[in-house]
C-alpha cells in the first residue's frame, strides 16, 4: 500500500555507520517507503522542530511514519526492519525482549559507532539519491 506521504528516516549525516546503516536499509526498501534526511539538514532539523525532538539529533536514529508517530533507537530499528522483506525475521525476533535491553544494547552500540566505521561514508547511486533530502 503506498502512502501519500513518506516515512522520514532522520540520521546522524556525519557518522559513516549511520550512513552505510540507511544506504544498508535504502537499498532493500524496495518498496520505497522511507525518505532519509541528515540530522543536520535543514529538512532535518525542520523534522526536528516540528516532532519536538530534542537531544537525540546525534545519539538516535529516528523514525517519523507517514501518520506522524516517532519512534526513536531500537523501536525505529525494528519498525524498520518489518518492512523490509527479507530482514522482518530479525524484527520479530527483537519482540522478544524488553525495550530496556533493546535501548540498552542500541546504546551500546550507538557510542561505539565511530569507531565501528572510519567516517567513511558511501554515496548512494542515482536511483537512491533522489530519496535522500539534504
Known amino acids: 500500500m503506498k502512502h501519500k506521504r ?3 528516516i532522520i540520521f546522524d549525516g556525519t557518522c559513516g ?6 544506504m544498508f536499509i535504502a537499498k532493500r526498501d ?3 517507503l522511507y525518505v532519509f534526511v541528515s540530522s543536520l539538514s535543514g529538512a532535518g532539523k525542520q523534522l526536528l522542530v516540528k516532532h519536538r525532538i530534542q537531544g537525540l539529533e546525534t545519539q538516535s536514529v529516528i523514525l517519523v511514519t507517514p501518520d ?12 524498520i526492519l518489518f ?3 527479507r530482514y522482518k525475521w530479525v524484527a520479530y525476533l527483537m519482540e522478544l525482549f524488553p525495550l530496556k535491553f533493546k535501548d540498552f ?3 551500546f552500540i550507538s ?8 567516517n567513511n561514508c558511501p554515496v548512494p547511486d542515482e ?5 535522500f533530502i539534504t
Open 105 to 107: 544494547i542500541y546504546d
Open 111 to 118: 557510542r561505539r559507532r565511530m569507531f565501528i566505521s572510519k
Open 127 to 131: 536511483d537512491l539519491k533522489e530519496r
Open 17 to 22: 555507520f549511520c550512513n552505510r546503516t540507511v
Open 30 to 32: 524496495t518498496r520505497r
Open 83 to 85: 518492512q523490509l522483506p
Open 6 to 8: 513518506p516515512a522520514y
Open 68 to 79: 506522524e508517530k516517532v519512534y526513536i533507537k531500537s523501536m525505529a530499528v525494528q519498525r
